[in-house]
């Protein structure tokens, strides 16, 4: 069983910075692959960035040199770092995580959710 807690959403300008966290609990963090979606008014939900347990990072062309993932096993914690931020990035940021150890960008084979934060970026 693994509690999923994200935090650091919220407004900013196009080409603004954010960062989000997102705190696990439960299990040993370090045996997790740790995921972010988002998803938009209407659309589906969209495959942001993995991390593996390992610290191998995949992530959509979407945000491919903007967005930096990354994870700290001693707080259990993995972060979303935005940068240069547009206004298609608005949507509902989620946080999961699946105990397998590969890499998958498909949201069914993410086995724990968070409640996901919002992030608006405003033009």
């Known amino acids: 069983q693994v509690q999923l807690v994200e935090s650091g959403g919220g407004l900013v300008q196009a080409g603004g910075s954010l960062r989000l966290s997102c705190a696990a609990s439960?299990?040993?963090?370090?045996?997790?692959?740790m995921g972010w979606f988002r998803q938009a008014p209407g659309e589906e939900r969209e495959f942001v960035q993995a991390i593996t347990r390992s610290g191998d990072i995949y992530y959509a062309d979407s945000v491919k040199g903007r967005f930096t993932i990354s994870r700290d096993n001693a707080k259990n914690t993995v972060y979303l770092q935005m940068n240069s931020l547009k206004p298609e990035d608005t949507a509902v940021y989620y946080c999961?995580?699946?105990?397998?150890?590969?890499?998958?960008?498909?949201?069914?084979?993410?086995?724990?959710w968070g409640q996901g934060t919002q992030v608006t970026v405003s033009s």
């Open positions: 439960g299990r040993t963090f370090t045996r997790l692959v």
């Open positions: 999961a995580a699946r105990s397998g150890s590969s890499y998958s960008p498909n949201p069914r084979e993410y086995d724990y």
